[in-house]
C-alpha cells in the first residue's frame, strides 16, 4: 500500500469510532470568529462519523463562527458529551449567550440526547444562563446526567434561571416517562450566595438522583447551607459532598448533619474551611462515626479531630 494511502486511511480511522467517537480541539488555542476561521473545525465535524464527544476547551469562539459550528452539528444526532469548558476566552460578555442559542438550537435540531454537558470557566455571568434555558429545557437534556458549571459568574440571578430550567426539564421528561435522573452537579465559584443556593436546592429536592454535588466558594451562609441540606437528604445515592469554603456556623452545620443521618453511600465530604464551628462539627462528627460506613474522605481538619475523639 502506497505510503499517501496509509496516510489517508490513519486520517480516516482517527475521524471513527475508533477513537471513541471522541473529536477534540483541546487546548489549541484557536480564535474562530468569522465563518472563514471555523471552516477547518467545520470540516472535521462534517467529516466525523459517529460523533459522540466534541472538545472545545482552550479555544475561543465568536457569535458568527458559533453558528456555522452550530450548522454543522445539526447532522450529528449521536453527540452525547459536549467538553465547552473555557471556550471564550477574551469576548465580551455580551457575545456569549447568543454564541450558546445558536449551538443548543443545533442540538435541538439534532435530536441529541446528552448524558454530559460542562460550560465551567467561561465567564458568562446571569446572562449566559440564559444561553443555554431553553436546551436545558428541551427533550435533549431530559437525558443529562453531569452537569459542570464551574466559575461561570452566575450569581443569584444566574442559579434562579437554572432551577427554573432544570426543575422545567424535570417536570417534562417525567410527563414523558423517563425523568431527569440528573449524577453530577459542579457549580463552584458562582457566588449562588443564599437565594441561588436555595433556588437550586428546589431543584435538587425535586430530581432526587444526585450521586456528586460541587459547590464550593459560592458565598452561601446558613439559610443556605439548610435548604442544601435539606435537599441532599431526599437524594440517597448521594456519594460525594463539596461545599468547601462556605460558611456554615453552627446551624447550618446542624442541619448539614441531620442530613448525614440519611445518606448511607457517601465517600467523600469536604467541608474544609466551613466555619462548622464546635457545636456543629460535633454535630456532623457524631453523624459521621455512627452511620457513614463507606466514607473514605474528610477533608476539614476540624472534623477529622471531633472523628477521632468520638472513636476514642
Do not use: Y
Request: with cysteine; proline share 3%; aromatic share 4%.
Amino acid at each position: 500500500m502506497a505510503s499517501e494511502d496509509i496516510t489517508k486511511l490513519a486520517e480516516s480511522l482517527a475521524k471513527t469510532q475508533v477513537g471513541g467517537g471522541l473529536l477534540s480541539f483541546k487546548g489549541k488555542s484557536l480564535k474562530l470568529n468569522t465563518a472563514e476561521d471555523a471552516e477547518d473545525v467545520i470540516k472535521e465535524i462534517e467529516e466525523f462519523d459517529g460523533l459522540e464527544a466534541l472538545r472545545l476547551e482552550g479555544n475561543t469562539v465568536g457569535v458568527e463562527a458559533a453558528k456555522v459550528i452550530a450548522k454543522a452539528l445539526e447532522k450529528k444526532s449521536q453527540l452525547k458529551r459536549c467538553h465547552w469548558s473555557d471556550m471564550f476566552t477574551g469576548r465580551l460578555r455580551s457575545e456569549i449567550p447568543p454564541a450558546l442559542i445558536s449551538l443548543g438550537e443545533a442540538l435541538i435540531s439534532a435530536g441529541c440526547q446528552l448524558v454530559e454537558l460542562d460550560l465551567s470557566d467561561n465567564a458568562f455571568g446571569p446572562d449566559g444562563v440564559s444561553g443555554f434555558e431553553a436546551l436545558l429545557k428541551s427533550p435533549t437534556c431530559f437525558t443529562l446526567q453531569e452537569l459542570k458549571l464551574n466559575n461561570c459568574g452566575m450569581g443569584i440571578g444566574g442559579g434562579k434561571i437554572l432551577a427554573g430550567a432544570l426543575k422545567e426539564c424535570h417536570r417534562k421528561s417525567t410527563a414523558q416517562g423517563k425523568p431527569l435522573a440528573l449524577k453530577v452537579f459542579m457549580g463552584g465559584r458562582n457566588r449562588l450566595e443564599n437565594d441561588g443556593a436555595t433556588a437550586l436546592a428546589e431543584a435538587f429536592t425535586v430530581i432526587g438522583t444526585l450521586e456528586d454535588v460541587h459547590m464550593p466558594q459560592n458565598g452561601i451562609n446558613h439559610p443556605g447551607i439548610t435548604a442544601l441540606a435539606e435537599a441532599f437528604a431526599v437524594n440517597p445515592l448521594l456519594r460525594v459532598i463539596n461545599l468547601n469554603d462556605n460558611t456554615f456556623t453552627e446551624k447550618g452545620a446542624v442541619a448539614m448533619a441531620e442530613a448525614l443521618k440519611k445518606l448511607r453511600q457517601v465517600e467523600t465530604i469536604n467541608f474544609g474551611d466551613c466555619l462548622v464551628r464546635s457545636e456543629g462539627a460535633i454535630a456532623i462528627a457524631e453523624a459521621v462515626s455512627e452511620g457513614l460506613h463507606k466514607l473514605k474522605v474528610l477533608a476539614s481538619h476540624t472534623l477529622i479531630l471531633f472523628c477521632i475523639l468520638l472513636c476514642m
